[in-house]
């Protein structure tokens, strides 16, 4: 293991809720009501990605680029107000595998804008490398671009890299990457099939460095 890659919503910071919540409250301003369960299918998505779905199966007049703008605005002032803090266990796993002299990179599916602001809230960017969200690469989540990219980064080769994702999308990402998976199982994620994932957890505590290096082998 040469490299360790996190996701972020889910893994990171239990945003999934921020992010249902907000994304109905757009949908209402539409005069579109939807439930939680419509939006657990674009979890690890872009937000480019989402709306295009969205706008072809309502017909929105809006833009992309519109409905992107009055999405991050609110969901960057829900995050200003809020009291979020890192999963449990994240912190204490991100020292121990900074104290292995272990590169750490996030690839998200959320903008670099949003990756800053809640690696900053949590205070956690110290531990990181380096960062990149799924829409500086041509193709987002459940293709491995984002993956292959922050592996480059890093200077570290795919089969090295350890991914942790609580997506289905991300976990496909990071295998057809050709990287091993650690899929977390985060309630608050909605229904996510992480079958496809080499090992399979319900909290962060139960990984460290060494369950890590006994993955790879």
């Given at each position: 293991m040469k490299a360790v890659i996190f996701d972020m919503d889910g893994v990171l910071i239990d945003s999934e809720p921020l992010h249902f919540e907000v994304d109905q409250m757009v949908l209402r301003k539409l005069n579109i009501n939807e439930s939680k369960s419509y939006l657990e299918?674009?979890?690890g998505y872009t937000?480019?990605?989402?709306?295009?779905?969205i706008q072809n199966e309502?017909?929105?007049?809006?833009?992309?680029?519109e409905l992107i703008e009055l999405q991050m605005t609110t969901k960057l002032h829900f995050l200003e107000k809020s009291d979020y803090k890192a999963i449990d266990?994240?912190?204490e796993l991100l020292e121990e595998i900074r104290l292995n002299k272990i590169p750490m990179g996030i690839a998200?599916?959320?903008?670099?804008v949003f990756i800053e602001a809640v690696i900053n809230k949590i205070g956690i960017s110290q531990y990181f490398d380096n960062w990149i969200s799924g829409e500086e690469v041509e193709k987002s989540k459940p293709e491995p671009d984002v993956f292959l990219k922050i592996s480059e980064l890093l200077g570290v080769n795919p089969d090295k890299c350890i991914v942790i994702e609580d997506s289905?999308?991300?976990?496909?990402a990071a295998k057809k990457a050709g990287m091993k998976c650690i899929g977390y199982k985060n309630i608050n994620s909605?229904?996510?099939d992480l079958s496809i994932a080499d090992l399979i957890i319900d909290?962060?505590?139960e990984i460290n460095v060494h369950t890590m290096k006994e993955l790879m082998r």
């Open positions: 299918r674009f979890v937000n480019c990605a989402m709306w295009q779905i309502y017909s929105i007049e809006k833009t992309i680029d266990g994240i912190k998200s599916s959320s903008p670099r289905k999308s991300g976990t496909i909605g229904n996510q909290r962060i505590p």
